[in-house]
């Protein structure tokens, strides 16, 4: 199990960005380094979707309908996972979590992503 910190999100007009982090504090670099990561979202009275993966290769694979507007990225060194989403819309607001992909059991608290259109 890999304890992760989610945060960046907030309040974004419709067509802006926001940068969401995935912190690993309690992990030794070599086994965050071993692991492929995701980011997922869930919005209210909706499951929790896979938005995007990276490999330990740091290989991106998105969901096609983000494919256009998010990037992930990991900083091994930093033992942190980002998604970087730009002209963001209002289907977009959700509570994002990343957790090691596949999913571990437990989830972090994630962060919230609202769009005022």
């Known amino acids: 199990q890999v304890y992760l910190v989610e945060s960046g999100g907030g309040l974004v007009q419709a067509g802006g960005s926001l940068r969401l982090a995935c912190k690993a504090p309690r992990s030794i670099t070599s086994v965050f380094n071993s692991k492929s990561f995701a980011w997922y979202r869930q919005a209210p009275g909706k499951q929790r979707d896979l938005v995007a993966t990276i490999s330990t290769d740091r290989t991106p694979n998105y969901v096609d309908s983000m494919k256009d507007r998010f990037t992930i990225s990991r900083d091994n060194a930093r033992k942190t996972v980002y998604l970087q989403m730009t002209n963001l819309k209002p289907e977009d607001a959700a509570v994002y979590y990343c957790?090691?992909?596949?999913?571990?059991?437990?989830w972090g608290q994630g962060t919230q992503v609202t769009v005022s259109s």
């Open positions: 957790n090691s992909y596949p999913a571990q059991q437990n």
